[in-house]
């Protein structure tokens, strides 16, 4: 991996500076590799879950590819663009001038989950790229038949030394981990962030961490609970919950708390009225997973919790081989139970009541700042009493997870669920190096101004008039 990265970097330093048209290639080039093997990657997956609903396939790590990369090809050259600007009012007109130029960083690692294997490992080359840089990536080893096919994707479409792909578990991560790359973006859990974080530093690479936490929904009064609960059954659903943006629980006013219950039972239903041959329904990625699962809801229940399995055509899911789990609702939770602690990923859905807004807002503040938060209501008032009072990554309001695809917004984390952002021009900007250039006039102005020796009046009228008085 070392000898690959030393590879890489020799050749980016040969291809400076790195022209619109190579990076439009390259993109051209991900986009098609992606687009022409379709179907190959979207029964990869479904191996590697041992069922996913191909149109969730399509959906996430297909459609979640592409559309960057094609944003990517159409806006590169203006995001490349130098940027003129300002520099103080007599050097401007005596012909100082200043600009940003976008430079490649070099070589970025990327280390990605197995919850969106293609879209998380593919999706970054679309900025990657567009920077002018090259790539090493590392898939996860939970999703191995993914893993293989990107692999062998990634050599027939590119060289070595613009594209490679390190398959293999902990041992090959941390190997990774502990590279001097030029940035690295590593998408996975907040305890692993940590130690990514820890490995990275002792070569001061940049990071940006993409890591997970517990994404509150919080349901106004005003909210219509119809809708609001179609929305957040097909969020939570998705993928079966095992997604960094699902709602992880909800906040819901206390008079409403019945008729909410019952309207994400009747949605389940209604989307998956059947879970264990249902085609769109997905399975929980492991057996390990599964029990993970299976324990918050146990700890949950031992401790007072009410549960609500929503399983409409009563089947037994319990059957060997099979990960499937139906929706499981919780209530009359409490602080004390690991459901309440732990990031879930699956799909269980707590369901928490406040009488006022404020009690909601308090209790998203007692906790770590989260990737994700939805509100879902009308009133405005309330809303944005929600949104000034809390920090989140990213926010939908009237839905769930949109923020996070819609690549024209900065997508990130802040405190324990991530930090730095990437997708569309906030993207390109994380892994491009702003460099500033000035430019001198040929008139020496230090010296007209007298601010270089000897000093004496002149320097300090200059000063003085340049440093200015107190603002009143
Ligand atoms: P994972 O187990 O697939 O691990 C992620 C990657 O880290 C893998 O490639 C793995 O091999 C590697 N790895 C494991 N141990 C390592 C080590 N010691 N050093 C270096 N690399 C190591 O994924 P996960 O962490 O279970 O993924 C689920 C988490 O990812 C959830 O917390 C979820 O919220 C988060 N997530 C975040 C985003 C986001 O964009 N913010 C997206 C998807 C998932």
Redesign the pocket.
Known sequence: MRATLERQRAACMAELPVSAAIRKDRLRRSLNLVLENEDRLVEALSEDYGHRSPIQSQLADIMGTVKPLRQALTEVERWMKPERRKVDLPLWLLGARARVEYQPKGVVGV??????PVF?TFGPLAEIFAAGNRAMV??????PATAALMRELAEAAFDEDELAVFT???E???A??QLPFDHLI???????GR??QR?AASNLVPTTL????KSPAIIGSSANLQRTCDRLVAGKLLNAG????APDYLLVPAAHERAIIEGLQAAAAAMYPSIHDNPDFCSLINARHRERLRGLVDDARDKGAELTVVNPGGETLDQPGSNKMALHLLREVTSDMRVMQE?I?GPVLPVITYERIDEAIAYINARPRP?GLYYFGEDQAEQTKLLERTIA?GVTINDVIYH?VTNDLP???VGE??MGAYHGFDGFRTFSHAKGIYTQPRVDLAKLAGLVPPYGDKSRKSLEMQIGKPER
């Open positions: 280390i990605s989950p197995w919850n969106f998380l590392k898939p996860s080893e939970h999703t293999g578990g902990v090959v991560g941390k990774f981990s590593f998408t996975g859990s907040t305890a692993l130690e990514i490995a993409e890591l997970g936490g095992q997604v960094c943006l990031e990923f990737l990554g996070g997508f990130g984390g669920s991530g």
